[in-house]
């Protein structure tokens, strides 16, 4: 069996319980009572301990990476499959509430939380999620998940990869994999009868590798596993007081995040000048943000509702910076600051986040505002930039990006038959920045909707909007970096018609038969683009289908299908001819399964899902080259589950899954480390996998 570190927090489980609840008396133990007490939503449906524990072992078939992201079942074998549901309640308002998932995984969860109705409660939990980012991947460099990386001692080098005579036996699997950690804890007191604390601390720690491309050396790069070490440490805490006609909240948020790599240094495993054998990079910086904020709603009238909300905070992040270069060449170029001292302000204000109106008994009124400000203080100066560790180039500034956004949008409401509801509204987006290529964008979208229904089990539903963004004069920041082509406009920054159209239809024909069917286009235009994306087209038909026979069978199944296709110009100077670029990407999905109860005791339950993509890309030139081969994912996943109750304690629960997965990428596949010359890679592949995966598990009820 796999051996799994599953201690940790467990002895905080056994133990939190009997804090929460000796705290006010003893345990009261599970017993039958009279129903009448149950007679209010709030009180208890039982008292006493209640419970499921599930233990087992699991299987895996095969070894596979991609099966085991986020599952963490990515090794062949034996896995303990441990999960469970704690319950305790009494009628003094105590409880306690513990669920347990894979513990014996490397995806385990735990959660837990206690106190007394209406007056506290305490919170906790653990959950680890591991993450694969590289399928196959191989590197020459000793030390991965340190912060220097070497060659081996009989490295040969070479200007381009097919010198390097060493390299395939000095080739070692270097997995692409992080391990995120999640620690939870917090508490809710509540006091003198409207009032509310709460506080929640988390602290997220990642840790692993993943694929780093640097090192640039005239027209030689190296992709190599970088290492990561992050935490985050991060409070939520809040005030809240709480009335028949309105509630008011002040709250609290810092985040504070710590790099336990700040950077990276490498050998270069091309042949070079000896200034020229290592490479560094800076990683990820410390940095920390807190913000403040202010919510609250209130019923003027019955009618009428008002809410609102103002927050405002700051990111500031001041590492120490690296030199420019690791080339002891210019290793005395100054910089202009030791650290960027980098300060960002943040303010949002929902002015009336939601202003409501009932004006009669089938008009309403709805209107919103929110102004949003991000202004970046970090200081402006003058850098030097050393191309590829090799040579200094232009100076350039730093450009702290600034803007402030403003949304407001309004809406009527109209019942204008017993079957037939109207709807439209506004909304109206304005963006101004600072040191971008355009200082100002408007955006107007108008907005309809029709609701029928004809008879009770029946609703139609259209929806059409149109939106217009029209942005100021395109003028690229002169700030020393290479200038884009004078005709190219980023698409977020640029003018843009688009057109929306949904339809859906509910209908069931029976109490027990309902019919789903959507439809979604979206056409995007960038009509004054003569470089960059020219139009967009989004569409999606999907059906969906639920039967339920009886009172002991309920089946489903649904049909989706996504077309997103793109166009766009490019051209690689003023000088040369441009050509044309279409995307074409297809996502096809189709589900059906069951859930049935046998009998009293037994139940049974199966899924099933296929999801298919293929994306095209073609380039037309004057050379008219041949499109590229398509990009495909094929995904089946079909699951069965049994569960059986042998008496009122025990039962037993079997589960069996298989999943087939192919993927095709022509960026990667067949290249292996050494498929380009000119570039070290780590020799990606497309995963390919064909898994079962198989439980069996006691249950024991209490």
């Known amino acids: 069996m796999k051996t799994q570190n599953r201690n940790f927090g467990l002895s905080i489980s056994a133990l939190l319980p009997a804090l929460l609840l000796s705290a006010h008396g003893p345990i009261v133990q599970a017993q039958d009572t009279d129903p009448a007490i149950y007679s209010c939503a709030q009180c208890v449906g039982y008292t006493g301990w209640r419970g499921i524990l599930d233990f087992g072992l699991g299987y895996v078939s095969d070894d596979s990476l991609r099966f085991g992201d986020y599952r ?89 990869t097919r010198g390097m005579t060493a390299l395939e036996s000095s080739l070692s699997a270097a997995f692409l994999k992080t391990r995120r950690k999640i620690l939870d804890a917090g508490g809710t007191v509540k006091f003198a ?19 780093l491309g640097a090192g640039l050396y005239f027209n030689n790069s190296t992709i190599l596993p970088a290492a990561i070490d992050y935490t985050t440490n991060q409070l939520d805490m809040s005030l809240a007081w709480s009335g028949k006609r309105g509630q008011v909240q002040l709250g609290f948020v810092g985040s504070y995040f710590d790099n336990g790599k700040t950077s990276m240094t490498w050998a270069n495993p091309f042949a070079s000048m000896p200034e020229h054998q290592a490479f560094r990079a800076a990683m990820e910086p410390d940095n920390e943000f807190y913000k403040f904020n202010l919510s609250g709603a209130f019923a003027v009238t019955p009618r009428i509702h008002l809410s609102g909300q103002a927050a405002t905070g700051r990111l500031t992040q001041d590492d120490t910076f690296l030199p420019y270069t690791i080339n002891p060449r210019y290793s005395d170029l100054p910089l202009p600051r030791s650290s960027l001292d980098g300060k960002l302000d943040t303010s949002t204000y929902n002015l009336s986040g939601k202003l409501f109106a009932r004006l009669n008994h089938g008009f309403s009124f709805t209107a919103r505002a ?22 200094p180039t232009v100076n350039r500034y730093n450009r702290p990006y600034s803007y402030e956004r403003e949304q407001y949008s309004a809406d009527l409401r109209y019942r204008a038959h017993r079957v037939i509801r109207l709807s439209g509204g506004a909304v109206q987006n304005n963006m101004d920045r600072t040191l971008q290529a355009v200082e100002r964008s408007e955006e107007t979208t108008l907005w309809g909707e029709v609701k029928v229904n004809p008879v009770a089990s029946t609703q139609v539903r259209f929806k059409l909007d149109s939106s217009n963004r029209d ?66 087209n989004d569409q999606s038909y999907s059906v969906n289908l639920n039967y339920a026979a009886g ?38 999905t189709l589900g059906l399964g069951l859930s049935a109860r046998i009998n009293e005791k037994s139940s049974v339950g199966f899924d099933y899902i296929s999801a298919d993509s293929k994306g095209d890309i073609s380039v037309q030139t004057s050379n008219e080259e041949e499109p590229f081969s398509p990009l495909r994912t094929d995904l089946t996943n079909a699951r069965v589950h049994y569960d059986h109750e042998i008496n009122e304690h025990w039962g037993y629960k079997l589960y069996a899954e298989y999943e087939k997965y192919d993927s095709r990428d022509w960026i990667i596949d067949g290249l292996g480390v050494d498929g380009i010359s000119s570039v070290l890679t780590m020799g990606d592949e497309s995963p390919e996998y064909e898994v079962w995966y198989f439980r069996v598990q006691a249950s024991y009820r209490f």
């Open 72 to 160: 963490g079942l990515e090794e062949e074998g034996f896995y303990a499959a441990l999960d469970g549901d704690v319950h305790y309640r009494n009628l003094q308002g105590r409880y306690f509430d513990l669920y347990a998932r894979d513990l014996g995984y490397d995806s385990r969860q735990l959660t837990m939380r206690g106190g007394n109705q209406d007056r506290y409660e305490l919170r906790f939990g653990w959950q680890e999620i591991p993450q694969y980012r590289g399928y196959g991947t191989q590197t020459p460099f000793l030390g991965v998940g340190s912060d220097n990386l070497t060659l081996p001692p009989d490295w040969v080098y070479s200007s381009n």
């Open 193 to 211: 009868r409207n009032w509310s604390f709460k506080a929640d601390f988390q602290q997220q720690k990642k840790d692993g590798t993943r694929a």
């Open 370 to 391: 929110k102004l949003d400000e991000r202004d970046n203080k970090t200081p402006v100066d003058i850098y030097t930039q050393v191309s590829t560790d090799l040579f």
């Open 471 to 536: 942005v100021s004069d395109y003028d690229q920041a002169n700030d020393g970096s290479l200038p884009d082509h004078p005709l190219m406009r980023k698409y977020n920054q640029a003018d843009r018609d688009r057109e929306r159209a949904q339809i859906d239809l509910d209908f069931a024909p029976s109490e027990d038969f309902g019919i789903n069917l959507s439809f979604f286009n979206a056409e995007s235009e960038y009509t004054k683009s003569e470089v960059g994306l020219q139009e967009s």
């Open 551 to 588: 009172k002991k069978v309920n089946l489903y199944a649904f049909w989706t299908q996504d077309d997103i296709d793109a166009e766009l110009i490019n051209t690689p100077s003023t000088m040369a001819n441009s050509w044309l670029g279409k995307t074409r990407d297809r996502i096809t």
